[in-house]
């Protein structure tokens, strides 16, 4: 499923993004190496203003590039789980219905990450920037993220989206089994066709 409504005009991705990542950094890294990351992106005015609509995904992958660039992979990859871990606490407080939570909850787990998924799906625009997210059912369920911001125009040796295994991470673990582990096993990054999320449970 494309992620981008309306293709006349630039991609964009929920405020979460921009958001969470400042926080997981400020906690983490402390003010001035936070503040160091967001002028090297350009986005240094969001410290103080943060976004409150949807942003532009290309100041996402800058951030991530940024983060990358000044604090090196590990110290990014522990950030940009956080980030996406809070992004998934934001998203079960203010954006998932608290009925469809109860019910998801009552459903056998692979019943609840199918119904999931299709909820997920018909949102993926929010969250994926011009990337194309689809899931392939089983266990493990596999997400994927062709064109994904967070690896678009990076190369390295490991998974770089942490991100979006730290959000499908909590949202799965609160909705469908708290055993659920979710961790990138093919990252665009690293030369594969998209990236891919295993998500299992037992």
Same mark, same amino acid.
Not at 32 to 39: L, Q, R, V
Not at 45 to 67: C, F, K
Not at 159 to 180: H, M, N, W
């Given at each position: 499923?494309?992620?981008? =409504?309306? =293709?006349?005009?630039?991609?964009?991705?929920?405020?979460?993004?921009?958001?969470?990542?400042?926080?997981?950094?400020?906690?983490?890294?402390?003010?001035?190496?936070?503040?160091?990351?967001?002028?090297?992106?350009?986005?240094?005015?969001?410290?103080?203003? =943060?976004?409150?609509?949807?942003?532009?995904?290309?100041?996402?992958?800058?951030?991530?590039?940024?983060?990358?660039?000044?604090?090196?992979?590990?110290?990014?990859?522990?950030?940009?789980?956080?980030?996406?871990?809070?992004?998934?606490?934001?998203?079960?407080?203010?954006?998932? =219905?608290?009925?469809?939570?109860? @019910?998801?909850?009552?459903?056998?787990?692979?019943?609840? @990450?199918?119904?999931?998924?299709?909820?997920?799906?018909?949102?993926?625009?929010?969250?994926?920037?011009?990337?194309?997210?689809? @899931?392939?059912?089983?266990?493990?369920?596999?997400?994927?993220?062709?064109?994904?911001?967070?690896?678009?125009?990076?190369?390295?040796?490991?998974?770089?989206?942490?991100?979006? @295994?730290?959000?499908?991470?909590?949202?799965?673990?609160?909705?469908?089994?708290?055993?659920?582990?979710?961790?990138?096993?093919?990252?665009?990054?690293?030369?594969?066709?998209?990236?891919?999320?295993?998500?299992?449970?037992?």
């Amino acid at each position: 499923m494309s992620s981008h =409504p309306d =293709p006349s005009g630039p991609a964009r991705i929920g405020p979460n993004s921009i958001i969470r990542m400042a926080e997981a950094l400020r906690e983490q890294q402390g003010e001035a190496i936070t503040t160091a990351i967001f002028a090297a992106a350009g986005l240094e005015a969001y410290l103080t203003t =943060p976004p409150d609509s949807m942003v532009l995904e290309s100041e996402v992958i800058r951030l991530h590039q940024a983060v990358r660039a000044t604090i090196g992979l590990d110290a990014a990859a522990r950030a940009s789980r956080d980030a996406g871990r809070r992004t998934g606490e934001y998203l079960l407080a203010h954006r998932i =219905p608290k009925p469809a939570q109860i @019910a998801l909850k009552l459903m056998p787990p692979a019943l609840a @990450a199918r119904a999931l998924v299709k909820a997920i799906s018909q949102h993926a625009w929010t969250f994926a920037g011009s990337g194309q997210f689809s @899931a392939e059912f089983g266990h493990p369920l596999r997400l994927t993220i062709a064109n994904c911001p967070t690896a678009r125009d990076a190369h390295a040796d490991r998974p770089l989206c942490d991100f979006y @295994a730290g959000t499908f991470q909590r949202i799965f673990s609160e909705l469908v089994s708290p055993k659920i582990l979710a961790r990138e096993v093919a990252c665009a990054a690293m030369g594969a066709p998209a990236c891919v999320f295993e998500l299992s449970w037992k």
